[in-house]
């Protein structure tokens, strides 16, 4: 605002507004009471005992976090160093079964599937056109 008071010299800043302006009585009456004292702001025997509560449970949360991930480091360790290579194992015989089974289903695809494929055409073109010399033998010449 043109002829206000200047509160930051950054684009955008405005006046603190009412809420933030009420509190700066509350923050000098602090500072005085500090100033009567030695300097400091002193904490009273509720506060430092819930600040020490406090403490002492980040303090025992921050060590059962710390157990937990011990606990589960041991079991990483006992997965990767002593139950992964049993698994290896079996995966690794797994892995030959199936490419022995897929070399035997290759070769049946590329070799004995067309000598099967060139007998079932034998049949069907034996089925679809009878020889007349079989069919004189039997007695069911289309003559008869």
């Given at each position: 605002?043109?002829?206000?008071?200047?509160?930051?010299?950054?684009?955008?800043?405005?006046?603190?507004?009412?809420?933030?302006?009420?509190?700066?009585?509350?923050?000098?009456?602090?500072?005085?009471?500090?100033?009567?004292?030695?300097?400091?702001?002193?904490?009273?025997?509720?506060?430092i005992?819930?600040?020490?509560?406090?403490?002492?449970?980040?303090?025992?949360?921050?060590?059962?976090?710390?157990?937990?991930?011990?606990?589960?480091?041991?079991?990483?360790?006992?997965?990767?160093?002593?139950?992964?290579?049993?698994?290896?194992?079996?995966?690794?015989a797994?892995?030959?079964?199936?490419?022995?089974?897929?070399?035997?289903?290759?070769?049946?695809?590329?070799?004995?599937?067309?000598?099967?494929?060139?007998?079932?055409?034998?049949?069907?073109?034996?089925?679809?056109?009878?020889?007349?010399?079989?069919?004189?033998?039997?007695?069911?010449?289309?003559?008869?």
């Amino acid at each position: 605002m043109d002829g206000g008071e200047l509160w930051s010299r950054a684009y955008g800043k405005v006046c603190p507004g009412n809420g933030k302006i009420a509190q700066i009585p509350h923050i000098i009456e602090r500072a005085n009471q500090s100033a009567e004292g030695d300097g400091t702001m002193a904490w009273t025997d509720a506060q430092i005992s819930a600040m020490l509560a406090y403490l002492k449970e980040t303090t025992d949360t921050v060590n059962e976090v710390a157990r937990l991930l011990r606990t589960q480091a041991l079991r990483m360790d006992s997965l990767v160093n002593k139950q992964l290579p049993d698994l290896r194992a079996d995966i690794d015989a797994v892995r030959k079964s199936v490419s022995l089974t897929a070399t035997r289903l290759d070769y049946l695809a590329n070799n004995a599937v067309p000598l099967i494929k060139a007998d079932v055409d034998a049949i069907r073109d034996r089925v679809a056109t009878p020889d007349v010399d079989t069919a004189a033998d039997t007695g069911d010449s289309p003559e008869s």
